[in-house]
């Protein structure tokens, strides 16, 4: 199982950013699906998570701002970034609670890097 994420890059303060991220691989089913960032010399913390059914939940940081949304059909999870400050500047990570033939894992994505320039 792979997850692809994409759709970073540079943007100013007050402008608008969409990351996706695609699941790949022997996948019986997907619940959560989650995007996290990682500022430099931070740990890495939780943005939004959806789960299966389409109940999501965000940090207070981004709430009103950020919107996550999963397409079942296409095992993609997206992230719609809008009004970004500085302080979004930071690596994206993509999360997933996979079930393969066997078991459930957590799988990650290997980063996008998103800056807000002030």
């Known amino acids: 199982v792979q997850l692809q994420a994409s759709g970073g890059g540079l943007v100013q303060a007050g402008g608008s950013l969409s990351l996706s991220c695609a699941a790949s691989g022997s996948i019986f089913d997907i619940n959560r699906m989650s995007w996290y960032r990682q500022a430099p010399g931070k740990q890495r913390e939780l943005d939004a998570v959806?789960?299966?059914?389409?109940?999501?939940n965000y940090a207070d940081s981004v709430k009103g701002r950020f919107t996550i949304s999963r397409d079942n059909v296409k095992n993609t999870v997206s992230l719609q970034m809008n009004s970004l400050g500085p302080e979004d500047t930071a690596v994206y990570y993509c999360s997933a609670h996979i079930r393969t033939l066997a078991r459930w894992d957590t799988y990650w994505g290997q980063g996008t890097q998103v800056t807000v320039s002030s």
């Open positions: 959806i789960v299966s059914g389409d109940s999501t």
